[in-house]
């Protein structure tokens, strides 16, 4: 498993609420897969041949002000910053300059915006958010915030437990008015498209760019749409490329319908290996020698492989700097911290 990161667990780390720390209990099955002797973790390396690295990125409401007004921002960008993805480490939002914020979108994601807003600081102290959002969180004026969307409460795209934790007692009457909210704050959640990565028609790999998705079979395997092709026909597919995640069926669902995904594109390639299916044997395929034939062009690019062991070293220094603090973790902000464990 390549991971361009030098610490796994992906959306599971980076994108879970701090304050639902149940969800990210599969890091356990996740953790005792990777002890298996059959699986090795290349940390820090992007590569890969399953297509789930791709370029990620937050859609546009396209109205004026959106780009040049302070106090906008991705609400993938303010939850990457509060679990501590590098990408958003140095975001630093204001929440100082007013007491209404408006979450415009109506997915979980939003919801967790809105209680992160508006969560007391002292009880979010003890997950794993960082350090630094707490700091932040505790100077926030921010009292009140709006979801905004486009429909009602029906079509709304988050689940019962994303909005057990609010008023029961709340209700909602329409009055068909159109009104203006001010607000100091304004957070964009209104979902994602995958774009395809540099290098894609190089290498004859397909991609919608109205869909934001790599074609496939449903079941993992990659197709050419320009070819016409059936799942039943194995010589349409892109030779031993396969694809699971949001890149594979659009950006929609939660962890769990993901792993089933995911577990879906495994069984796939385990079936064509065990079937020996031809089209594994393409042009397209290269010496079979995996990270051995790999590591020679890392290493002449400088980049230095992070392993499983590597990662139970920066777990180990991860969770003594948070029990100091009385929480479960403090993690890395930044690659270059991570790598420093290491050396």
């Excluded at 969800?23 to 041949?49: H, L, W």
């Excluded at 990457?80 to 590098?86: A, H, I, T, V």
């Excluded at 008015?177 to 774009?195: C, D, N, V």
């Excluded at 079941?219 to 059936?230: I, M, Q």
Aim: hydrophobic share 40%; with cysteine.
């Amino acid at each position: 498993m390549y991971e361009h990161l030098p610490v796994p667990f992906g959306l599971v780390r980076f994108g879970v609420a701090p304050d639902h720390p149940e969800v990210k209990n599969c890091q356990d099955k996740f953790s005792e897969v990777a002890e298996s002797p059959n699986f090795n973790f290349i940390g820090n390396i992007s590569i890969g041949i399953i297509l789930e690295l791709y370029l990620l990125h937050h859609r546009t409401l396209n109205i004026p002000g959106e780009d040049n007004l302070k106090g906008i921002y991705s609400a993938r960008a303010f939850v990457g910053w509060y679990n501590g993805l590098p990408e958003y480490a140095d975001l630093e939002p204001d929440l100082t300059q007013g007491d209404e914020a408006i979450v415009i979108g109506q997915g979980n994601v939003a919801l967790d915006v809105a209680r992160i807003l508006l969560q007391d600081p002292d009880v979010l102290r003890t997950t794993d958010i960082t350090e630094r959002a707490i700091e932040t969180l505790q100077k926030s004026r921010v009292t009140r915030v709006r979801v905004v969307g486009r429909r009602g409460p029906l079509q709304a795209a988050f689940t019962i437990k994303e909005v057990h934790p609010f008023d029961p007692a709340a209700k909602a009457n329409g009055t068909g008015e159109l009104i203006g909210l001010p607000a100091s704050l304004a957070f964009r959640s209104i979902g994602y498209k995958s774009e395809a990565l540099p290098g894609f028609s190089t290498l004859d790999i397909p991609f919608d760019d109205r869909m934001g998705i790599i074609p496939n079979d449903s079941l993992g395997r990659v197709v050419n749409e320009n070819e016409g092709w059936s799942s039943s026909d194995l010589s349409k597919h892109v030779s031993g490329m396969y694809c699971a995640g949001w890149v594979k069926r659009g950006p929609t669902g939660v962890i769990a319908s993901t792993m089933l995904d995911a577990f879906s594109t495994a069984d796939t390639i385990a079936e064509d290996w065990y079937a020996r299916a031809s089209f594994l044997n393409g042009n397209a395929g290269g010496s079979g020698l995996g990270w051995d034939g790999v590591k020679a062009e890392a290493d002449k690019k400088g980049c230095r492989r992070v392993s499983w062991e590597d990662w139970h070293k920066i777990d180990a220094v991860e969770r003594k700097k948070g029990h100091s603090n009385g929480k479960e973790r403090e993690k890395f902000t930044k690659v270059e911290d991570m790598l420093k464990v290491l050396d």
